[in-house]
């Protein structure tokens, strides 16, 4: 059944992983914490899928393109294993058949591609480097996929750093580790923030510093599927 769930991108919003039921999905062992979405099964959405062991999704088609980033366990599909730290991009039309024999969780987003975006990425995060950000200091880089769309990068805080965060169409952050705040909040392991476009933002790393999985300019295209 179709659903509406923080459709507004004109709003900021700010969530916690530890207040967000798990909801189950259609296949047994594989729950999800919803984070935004329009449309049905077939969604526009972002949301934290946890697979039991044993557990998988039945073969299926993205339309729109799949975004994933592994946070614990090992991700399986028929082209590999993709442990803790795996970030990929299915592009629309891709096929494949997700599971996980251990288990795992993953933060992923679903049918918010280019639809003529034809590249598949596989990065493990934690095997790239990281260069300082130019106008921030203590902020440090990992780029993970940059187009004319969107620019989806790591970003490493060191403890205390503060800054501005660029909201030119719309930035959503989500915390991989550490603790940072924003507007008086505070974001702890897996909480995910969505701010729209022009927004004004000071955020500022906790005494542990955060590890930022940030993706911005991309909400200027946000759109519901265009098939179910």
């Known amino acids: 059944m179709p ?53 998988r999704f039945s073969a299926h088609v993205h339309g729109g393109g799949e975004e994933f980033i592994v946070l614990d366990g090992v991700f399986q599909d028929e082209h590999g294993d993709y442990p803790a730290g795996s970030y990929v991009r299915n592009p629309p039309q891709s ?31 934690n095997r790239i480097g990281a260069v300082a950000a130019a106008d921030r200091p203590g902020v440090r880089i990992t780029p993970l996929f940059k187009d004319v769309r969107e620019d989806v990068r790591i970003e490493h805080w060191s403890p205390g750093a503060r800054g501005v965060i660029d909201t030119e169409g719309g930035t959503e952050i989500f915390v991989l580790d550490g603790d940072f705040e924003e507007g008086g909040e505070h974001f702890g392991p897996w909480g995910w923030l969505r701010l729209p476009s022009g927004a004004t933002a000071t955020a500022g790393a906790g005494p542990r510093g955060a590890r930022l999985w940030i993706k911005s300019g991309h909400l200027r295209f946000a759109a519901a599927p265009t098939q179910v």
């Open 95 to 125: 096929r494949h058949t997700p599971g996980s024999v251990p288990g795992c969780t993953i933060f992923v987003k679903l049918w918010q591609f280019d639809p003529a975006d034809r590249t598949r990425v596989c990065t493990d995060i």
């Open 3 to 55: 659903m509406e769930l923080n459709a507004d991108f004109s709003r900021r919003i700010a969530l916690h992983a530890e207040g967000i039921a798990w909801r189950a999905s259609p296949m047994p062992g594989v729950s999800r914490r919803m984070l935004d979405r329009i449309g049905g099964e077939v969604a526009r959405a972002t949301s934290i899928v946890r697979y039991d062991a044993d557990s």
